[in-house]
């Protein structure tokens, strides 16, 4: 059987390059060779495919002929007991573990913290009227992580937050280990990382569980053995939930502000469904479930800027697909932005159209994966469509934004999408009665 079409590039280095400096790398090669190509990056031959057919088979796929890779800066800086990098029984038994931090139950008792976080930051947004927001953005969701995951206030001003900077700048780096590098760096501001959260952790055990963090339920957890986590596992997790509720929520929250300053007409429509809501009082799980065009604005925002672009596989299994031969010990990179850009799912798929979720349509399985899917899709899901859900409703009833003219709205897609300019805005107090 053939292997997909396609060209390996240059020796070594293969299309590394282009990949790291084009944004539309993926889209520009299936153009010319369709569905499913094969290219060499970061020293590996490595096949990309994107659509339906090939989410389905990648994500139901985990164990069988696939298991997740990431680049070894990427899982050097994680850490070896971190839930990313651990495949089969042990991904399933932990996953299961740390779900506990997730489940209804926990949400409920977050969403008054996260109301609090984000009406202080919607009062210094307000008295600001114009700023760059996409720091600002970054800085909130490390707030609303760092409260929610190990119970610490104002995480973007502390120690951690400054270390976790560092941290995050070498994920996606050269893993070349000396002091002056991005991924130098990082690697010493892991260290500080962990000292810090040794610390955190430590005081809680000797103290009485809060029951409102995640790390209260990661340190009262136990696995199906009885076991709980040890000390150095439970600092590699707390890491990687920190990293999950940053990074990609930010970019997400970032996509939502810009998308609606784009389209007043959606922006009219969010903030009719929001008057049918009392203003004044706290907001509640049930009241955000009520908001149904918000959650089709909130489905589009991401189908048309998923905050994770590809998803990235290593082949144990010799496979094949789309009359393709994918051989073992290759990696597999299956699109969801090129899946969600798929013109027979998503007819004009270029245009911002919240429709495409209105209860009347449904979608094929597998063709709407913002999160991934099968058994590693993203363990924090929930918890990040409440923190959109809830940071939309809030704005909208609150402020009113315009882009700021003469900038650079391209996206920059590595490691998450964000406007090149970081989001110029100005701001100012909504007239909604």
């Known amino acids: 059987?053939?292997?997909?079409?396609?060209?390996?590039?240059?020796?070594?280095?293969?299309?590394?390059?282009?990949?790291?400096?084009?944004?539309?790398?993926?889209?520009?090669?299936?153009?010319?060779?369709?569905?499913?190509?094969?290219?060499?990056?970061?020293?590996?031959?490595?096949?990309?495919?994107?659509?339906?057919?090939?989410?389905?088979?990648?994500?139901?796929?985990?164990?069988?002929?696939?298991?997740?890779?990431?680049?070894?800066?990427?899982?050097?800086?994680?850490?070896?007991?971190?839930?990313?990098?651990?495949?089969?029984?042990?991904?399933?038994?932990?996953?299961?573990?740390?779900?506990?931090?997730?489940?209804?139950?926990?949400?409920?008792?977050?969403?008054?913290?996260?109301?609090?976080?984000?009406?202080?930051?919607?009062?210094?947004?307000?008295?600001?009227?114009?700023?760059?927001?996409?720091?600002?953005?970054?800085?909130?969701?490390?707030?609303?992580?760092?409260?929610?995951?190990?119970?610490?206030?104002?995480?973007?001003?502390?120690?951690?937050?400054?270390?976790?900077?560092?941290?995050?700048?070498?994920?996606?780096?050269?893993?070349?280990?000396?002091?002056?590098?991005?991924?130098?760096?990082?690697?010493?501001?892991?260290?500080?990382?962990?000292?810090e959260l040794e610390k955190i952790i430590r005081d809680r055990q000797q103290g009485t569980p809060s029951g409102k963090d995640a790390l209260s339920f990661l340190i009262s957890g136990r696995d199906e053995e009885g076991n709980s986590l040890s000390l150095d596992e439970l600092k590699d997790q707390v890491l990687v939930l920190l990293f999950a509720g940053h990074g990609t929520l930010t970019s997400a929250i970032a996509s939502f502000c810009l998308l609606l300053a784009q389209n007043p007409d959606v922006m009219a429509k969010v903030r009719a469904e929001q008057q049918q809501f009392p203003a004044t009082e706290p907001?509640?799980?049930?009241?955000?479930?009520?908001?149904?065009?918000?959650?089709?604005?909130?489905?589009?925002?991401?189908?048309?800027?998923?905050?994770?672009?590809?998803?990235?596989?290593?082949?144990?299994?010799a496979c094949e697909f789309g009359g393709y031969e994918i051989?073992?010990?290759?990696?597999?990179?299956?699109g969801i932005t090129q899946t969600h850009q798929d013109s027979q799912l998503y007819p004009e798929p270029d245009r911002f159209d919240p429709d495409r979720f209105s209860s009347e349509r449904s979608a094929k399985p597998f063709s709407y994966v913002p999160f991934g899917g099968g058994l590693r899709e993203c363990l924090g899901k929930e918890f990040a469509r409440l923190e959109m859900k809830l940071f939309a409703a809030k704005i909208v009833r609150e402020l009113e934004w315009e882009l700021l003219p003469d900038q650079d709205l391209n996206l920059i897609t590595v490691p998450t999408p964000r406007p090149r300019d970081?989001?110029?805005?100005?701001?100012?107090?909504?007239?909604?009665?």
């Open 422 to 433: 970081g989001l110029r805005v100005k701001f100012r107090r909504t007239t909604m009665k």
């Open 283 to 317: 907001l509640t799980l049930e009241q955000l479930k009520q908001m149904t065009y918000l959650e089709q604005v909130l489905r589009e925002v991401l189908r048309l800027i998923p905050p994770v672009g590809s998803v990235f596989r290593t082949v144990i299994n």
């Open 1 to 195: 059987m053939a292997l997909p079409p396609g060209s390996f590039g240059l020796p070594l280095i293969g299309d590394t390059i282009n990949f790291l400096q084009d944004s539309q790398f993926a889209k520009k090669r299936h153009q010319q060779y369709g569905p499913i190509f094969k290219t060499s990056l970061f020293g590996q031959p490595t096949v990309f495919m994107r659509g339906q057919e090939a989410s389905l088979f990648v994500l139901s796929n985990d164990n069988q002929y696939f298991v997740a890779s990431f680049p070894a800066s990427t899982k050097a800086l994680l850490g070896p007991l971190s839930l990313s990098v651990q495949t089969g029984a042990n991904h399933i038994n932990r996953r299961k573990l740390m779900y506990q931090a997730f489940q209804p139950r926990a949400l409920v008792g977050y969403i008054g913290a996260m109301e609090n976080i984000t009406q202080s930051y919607l009062e210094k947004w307000e008295k600001m009227e114009t700023l760059t927001w996409y720091p600002e953005l970054r800085n909130y969701t490390f707030d609303v992580a760092a409260k929610l995951l190990v119970g610490i206030d104002n995480g973007s001003g502390t120690a951690l937050g400054h270390n976790f900077e560092t941290w995050g700048n070498g994920l996606f780096s050269i893993p070349l280990d000396v002091p002056w590098t991005k991924f130098g760096k990082a690697k010493n501001s892991r260290n500080l990382l962990l000292a």
């Open 327 to 334: 051989p073992k010990g290759w990696s597999v990179l299956s």
